[in-house]
C-alpha cells in the first residue's frame, strides 16, 4: 500500500488567476527559497564535502510531489512508492536506501530528509534536502567499498523512517544509525542542517502564501509547471528526430580487473514525446559500479541539457516529465537487482552526462560538447594521529577538465556539477594531516581542438601522518573523446612516491593503501575532450596557452603551431606545418575516441604500466554466466 498522506482539511484548493508578474514574483521567491536552503546547510554542516564543496542538493515542490525549483527533479514519487506509513503534519522523514525509493537518491551515503508542508491541515508543497555524509559505516571508511559484491557491505542502510513525528524528535533513532558510522558528530551536524535548511524551505513558502493567499500559490504552482511543459514540447518537437540516433560510452573498469563496461541509449520521439532507450547497457557489475538510476532524475538530467542549450531562461521544473518516456532494461548497469552493490555508482553517473550530450547533439553538431564529465574523482584519507590516537577521516571530490564546447574552451579542472566547489587547500592543511605541495593545471591534457579542452589539474599530497588512502576515478582507461575533429582528453593517473624512493602507479580504483609521513600521491585528474578542428584555432590562442602554461611549445604543434616556450611564434614555420598537417591527415570525424578497445588497452598498458582491464563478459563466461547474454 502506498503511503496515506492525513489532512485535517478537506476543502479543495480553487483555482485562481495569477497576472505574469505575480507569477515571476512567486517564481523568483521560490529560486530565493532554494538558494537559501543550500546557505543554511553549508554554514552550518561539518563534513568538508557539504560545507565546503557543496555536495547536496535542495528542491521544493508543489503539494502533488512535482519539483518547482531544485537541481535534479523531484525525488518524492520515488519514496511515496515505497513508503507505508501515514505522513501527517509535523512529520520528518529520513531515508538514506536506494532500493526503497526507486533509485530517489543513489546510494547509502547519501541523507534524503522529506518535510510534508501543511497549512491549514493541507499540504501545499514538500521540502526535501539530501547531502552525502563522509562515513556511514560498511566495510571501509568512507563506505565506497570498491570490491562490494552487496549494498549490505557498503554502510547502514536508513529506509524511510520519520525523524520527526508528528513534531516529536526521535532521538533513539538517531543515536542507533549514529552508532553505525565512523564520523558520528559530522554526520548528526549534517543531518541537522539537512532538516534546518526544510524548515527554511516551509518558512518562506508559508510566507509567499501569507502574502498572495494559498489558492493564488497553487495555481501559480501549476502555472509555473505548465509554462516549463509548453516551452519543452516546442522544443522536443522542433530538436528530436522521428529517427532512432544511439551512442554508447563505457565505464573504464570496475576495480576488480574488469571493463570496459558499456552504457548505451538510443533516442528518438513519437508525436510530442521522446523516447529514451538504454537497451544495450551492459548487465550489472559484480563490483559497486552499478548505478540505480532514477527515471524521473534522467528525465531532468534531458531537460536541463534542452534547456540550457537552447533557452537557458526556461526554469528548472516537472513539468514536461510527461512528454519523456524512459526505459531502463532491469538486471543492467543502470537499474540493478537488490542486493547489488551501489557504492561507487559516481562513474556511471557521470558517464550519463557524457552520453546524453553526445545523443542529443548529433543531429546538430554545432551544439555538440565533447566528452569530459566522465567522473566524480574521490580521494578518502583515515588513519590515527599519533600522538593523540585521534581519528580523522576525509572525503573530497576532485574535479577533471570540461569539454570543449561550441562556444569556447572548456574550463581547466573544474566541475561541472553546478555549484560545487574544491575544497581549499588551507582547509585541508588546516583540519588534515597534509600539506598540498602542487595543485596545478596538467600542461597539454585538454583535447586539441578549435575550442580547448580543458587541462586536468594535478593535485600532490603530502601525508604528515601514517594512514590508508582510498581513491575512486575513471576515465584512466577509456579517454574523453572529442568532437568535430577535436581530439580526446588525456587519461587520468594516481601516482604514489615512497620516502624509500620508490614509485607506484595505483589503480583508479583502491582501497586501503597505506600512506606514511612523507609520502606524496600525485593526483591527476584528466582533461576535456576538444571541439572542431585544432587547426582552425586562433594562433594567438595558442601562443597565449603557451606563454601560461596550459600547453607546451611542443603540444602547440597539435594545433599547427610553430613557437617557442615564451610563445613566439614562427609564422612562416606555422603555416608551412598547418598546410602538411592537412593534407596528411584523414577526414575529420564527429567523434573521436582516441581508437578502438585494443588500441586503447595498448597505448593505457604503455602510459600506465597497468594492466588493462579484461572484458567482464570474460568473468561471466568463466563462472557459467554467460548463456543469457551470448
Sequence with gaps: MPAKIIETNSAAFQDADVDPITLDIIENALRNARTEMDATLFRTAMSPGIREQGD??????????????????????????????????????????????????????????????????????????????????????GSLPTDATS???????????????????QDDLLKLVLS????????????????????????????????????????????????????????????????????????????????????????WREGEKVILDWEGT???????????????????????????????????????????????????????????????????????????????????????????????????????????????????????????????????????????????????????????????????????????????????????EHGQVAIHDDRWFVKPWGVNGGEPGMRSRKILERTDGSTHVLPSKCDDIAVGPGDVLHFDTWGGGGWGDPLEREISAVALDVKRGLVSAMGARRYGVVCAADGTVDETATTALRDAMRKERGPLTVFNTGGEVEALRRSCEAETGLPAPIAPRFRQAKAGRLAATT
Excluded at 101 to 119: F, K, Q, T
Excluded at 151 to 169: C, M, S
Excluded at 412 to 439: C, K, M, Q
Aim: proline share 5%; net charge neutral; with cysteine.
Design 151 to 169: 549494498v549490505f557491505q557498503e554502510g547502514i542502510r536508513i529506509p524511510p523512517v520519520k525523524l520527526y513525528r508528528k513534531g516529536e524528535f
Design 282 to 464: 551492459d548487465p550489472q557489475s559484480e563490483s559497486s559500479i552499478n548505478f540505480y538510476l532514477n527515471e524521473n532524475m534522467l528525465k531532468m538530467f534531458f531537460g536541463v541539457y534542452m534547456i540550457m542549450v537552447f533557452d537557458p531562461q526556461i526554469l528548472f521544473n516537472d513539468g514536461f516529465y510527461d512528454l519523456v518516456e524512459v526505459r531502463i532494461p532491469e538486471g543492467t548497469l543502470l537499474k540493478p537487482k537488490f542486493p547489488a552493490a551501489l557504492s561507487c555508482r559516481t562513474h556511471a553517473l557521470g558517464r550519463i552526462f557524457d552520453v546524453l550530450g553526445a545523443l542529443l547533439g548529433q543531429r546538430q553538431p554545432d551544439f555538440l560538447n565533447a566528452a569530459g564529465f566522465s567522473s566524480s574523482p574521490h580521494l578518502m584519507l583515515s588513519g590515527r594521529y599519533a600522538e593523540t590516537d585521534k581519528y580523522y577521516q576525509l572525503f573530497q571530490i576532485g574535479f577533471g577538465g570540461i569539454p570543449g564546447r561550441p562556444f569556447g574552451d572548456g574550463a581547466d579542472g573544474h566541475s561541472l556539477w553546478p555549484n560545487f566547489t574544491n575544497v581549499p587547500n588551507e582547509f585541508l592543511e588546516a583540519y588534515f594531516p597534509l600539506r598540498i605541495v602542487r595543485y596545478e593545471s596538467i600542461t597539454d591534457s585538454g583535447g586539441a581542438g578549435k575550442h580547448r579542452g580543458g587541462n586536468g589539474i594535478r593535485i600532490s599530497y603530502c601525508f604528515l
Design 56 to 141: 547536496a542538493f535542495p528542491l521544493i515542490a508543489d503539494k502533488d510531489g512535482k519539483m518547482l525549483v531544485g537541481q535534479f527533479g523531484s525525488f518524492l514519487h520515488g519514496f511515496l512508492a515505497g513508503y507505508h506509513d501515514r505522513i501527517e503534519e509535523g512529520d520528518v522523514i529520513w531515508i538514506s536506501d536506494p532500493y526503497s525509493c526507486e533509485g530517489a537518491i543513489s546510494h547509502v551515503n547519501d541523507w534524503l530528509i522529506v518535510m510534508p508542508i501543511y497549512r491549514a491541515g493541507r499540504i501545499i508543497s514538500w521540502a526535501l534536502h539530501f547531502g552525502h555524509q563522509t562515513d556511514v559505516g560498511g566495510k571501509v571508511p
Design 180 to 267: 553505525n558510522t565512523r564520523m558520528p558528530e559530522w554526520c548528526r551536524a549534517d543531518l541537522i542542517a539537512i532538516v534546518a535548511s526544510c524548515r527554511i524551505a516551509a518558512r518562506r513558502v508559508n510566507e509567499i502564501c501569507d502574502r498572495f493567499g494559498d489558492d493564488l500559490y497553487v495555481s501559480a504552482c501549476k502555472a509555473l509547471l505548465a509554462r516549463n511543459r509548453r516551452a519543452m514540447a516546442q522544443l522536443i518537437k522542433t530538436s528530436i528526430s522521428t529517427d532512432k540516433l544511439s551512442f554508447e560510452d563505457f565505464i573504464c573498469d570496475d576495480g576488480r580487473g574488469f571493463g570496459p563496461y558499456k552504457i548505451k541509449a538510443t533516442m
